[in-house]
């Protein structure tokens, strides 16, 4: 199976969380259109494929409150070859969409904002996906100052939706207050730190690769030499996991591919939309 953690050109997003350099940006017209464009001609490309494809959408905006977001992942979901289709999102847009899917391959990975929404209107949406049937999980940034609405929102969701917790950028841990997230969620530990990763394996561009708007493909979206273009047929994947060329990696869509952590034992099915199997 190939996995494709896409990101086109959106970047306009209706929070403006202080810890995202692209909190409300707006786009143009011609740049949503070129987003809608680039997009059409992904979900075309992963239609045309015999292989069994999983897809990620990591937009550096906000995705699901643009039509074609929702309309690529149901057409996705809907696709024989497609295994998982799963966003990253803030849920601050409509789930009935949702319903045209396959959940047996739909899936979301939310982020909750403190600040941005209340705490009643996230739960309300997490919940309603949880009605619907929608596969998904929880995440809250690790800053301290929102270590009590985590602790809230772990309490009141049901105990079937996974709360992950990433580390704040810059931000150091005492073990005292990791041990705080650690209460909440115990995968904590891997995005405490940064992991060392400079010649050792990783996936990403063996079965795991990401995809710009233009086709542009590199092995992750923290490595920017090309490996090739997904439409004209020049890129070609490694036959084996091959060794990292950065020192650090301290993003969990990086690691989680990281051969030596071993995380897809962790997260077996539950990959792309951040959800391990714990006991």
């Given at each position: 199976?190939?996995?494709?953690?896409?990101?086109?050109?959106?970047?306009?997003?209706?929070?403006?969380?202080?810890?995202?350099?692209?909190?409300?940006?707006?786009?143009?017209?011609?740049?949503?259109?070129?987003?809608?464009?680039?997009?059409?001609?992904?979900?075309?490309?992963?239609?045309?494929?015999?292989?069994?494809?999983?897809?990620?959408?990591?937009p550096w905006g906000e995705g699901l409150v643009r039509s074609w977001y929702r309309e690529a992942l149901v057409e996705l979901s809907l696709m024989p070859h497609v295994r998982r289709v799963a966003i990253q999102t803030n849920l601050s847009g409509r789930?009935?969409?949702?319903?045209?899917?396959?959940?047996?391959?739909?899936?979301?990975?939310?982020?909750?904002?403190?600040?941005?929404?209340?705490?009643?209107?996230?739960?309300?949406?997490?919940?309603?996906?949880?009605?619907?049937?929608?596969?998904?999980?929880?995440?809250?940034?690790?800053?301290?100052?929102?270590?009590?609405?985590?602790?809230?929102?772990?309490?009141?969701?049901?105990?079937?939706?996974?709360?992950?917790?990433?580390?704040?950028?810059?931000?150091?841990?005492?073990?005292?207050?990791?041990?705080?997230?650690?209460?909440?969620?115990?995968?904590?530990?891997?995005?405490?730190?940064?992991?060392?990763?400079?010649?050792?394996?990783?996936?990403?561009?063996?079965?795991?690769?990401?995809?710009?708007?233009?086709?542009?493909?590199?092995?992750?979206?923290?490595?920017?030499?090309?490996?090739?273009?997904?439409?004209?047929?020049?890129?070609?994947?490694?036959?084996?996991?091959?060794?990292?060329?950065?020192?650090?990696?301290?993003?969990?869509?990086?690691?989680?591919?990281?051969?030596?952590?071993?995380?897809?034992?962790?997260?077996?099915?539950?990959?792309?939309?951040?959800?391990?199997?714990?006991?």
């Open positions: 199976m190939l996995s494709l953690l896409y990101r086109g050109p959106l970047a306009s997003c209706d929070y403006d969380c202080p810890y995202c350099p692209f909190a409300k940006r707006r786009d143009t017209t011609e740049q949503l259109r070129a987003d809608r464009a680039a997009l059409v001609r992904f979900v075309s490309w992963v239609g045309a494929q015999e292989r069994e494809i999983s897809v990620l959408f990591t789930t009935a969409w949702t319903a045209r899917a396959d959940l047996t391959k739909l899936a979301l990975w939310t982020t909750f904002h403190p600040g941005q929404v209340t705490h009643e209107r996230f739960l309300a949406k997490s919940q309603e996906l949880v009605e619907r049937g929608v596969r998904h999980s929880v995440g809250v940034v690790g800053l301290p100052e929102h270590l009590e609405a985590a602790r809230r929102l772990r309490k009141e969701l049901p105990a079937s939706v996974y709360l992950w917790i990433n580390a704040a950028e810059g931000h150091t841990y005492t073990d005292e207050e990791a041990a705080d997230w650690t209460e909440l969620d115990p995968l904590f530990s891997y995005s405490r730190h940064p992991h060392r990763t400079l010649g050792l394996p990783c996936r990403t561009g063996h079965d795991v690769i990401s995809v710009a708007g233009d086709g542009t493909v590199t092995r992750c979206h923290f490595v920017k030499t090309p490996l090739g273009n997904l439409y004209d047929g020049t890129f070609r994947p490694d036959p084996e996991p091959s060794a990292c060329p950065n020192t650090w990696c301290d993003c969990h869509i990086g690691y989680i591919h990281f051969e030596p952590l071993r995380l897809y034992d962790v997260f077996t099915d539950g990959l792309l939309e951040r959800i391990p199997l714990l006991p």
